[in-house]
């Protein structure tokens, strides 16, 4: 079974950046893989999605321009850089493992990480 372990996330000031981070506990190189996000109060929403090869990315309007879905070149880590953060941006973020929007289409998540921004 697949585990994914996330780091990064913390606070930070409107207009900065963050980075997370997604380590599996055996290759990526098959699976699509995606970022979602849940705020205090609202249902899990999709962040971005990359598939398999790297090669396509899917992302949701809110973020499109500002984040960015990438794999890591030793296939076993996602990454998420996120820039030019604002406060609507604070959440929980997880990372997980599925291709689409729909979160029934993911089987296996991250523990998830906290991200919040001041304004």
């Known amino acids: 079974q697949v585990q994914l372990v996330q780091s990064g996330g913390g606070e930070v000031q409107a207009g900065g950046s963050l980075n997370l981070s997604c380590v599996a506990s055996?290759?990526?190189?098959?699976?699509?893989m995606a970022w979602f996000r849940q705020a205090p109060g609202r249902q899990r929403e999709f962040v971005a999605s990359?598939?398999?090869?790297?090669?396509?990315?899917v992302y949701a309007d809110t973020v499109k321009g500002r984040f960015v879905i990438s794999r890591g070149i030793a296939k076993t880590t996602l990454y998420l850089q996120m820039n030019n953060l604002n406060p609507e941006d604070t959440a929980v973020y997880y990372c997980?493992?599925?291709?689409?929007?729909?979160?029934?289409?993911?089987?296996?998540w991250g523990q998830g990480t906290q991200v919040t921004v001041s304004s």
């Open positions: 997980a493992r599925g291709w689409g929007t729909a979160i029934s289409a993911y089987d296996i």
């Open positions: 055996t290759t990526l190189n098959n699976y699509h």
């Open positions: 990359i598939n398999d090869s790297g090669r396509t990315t």
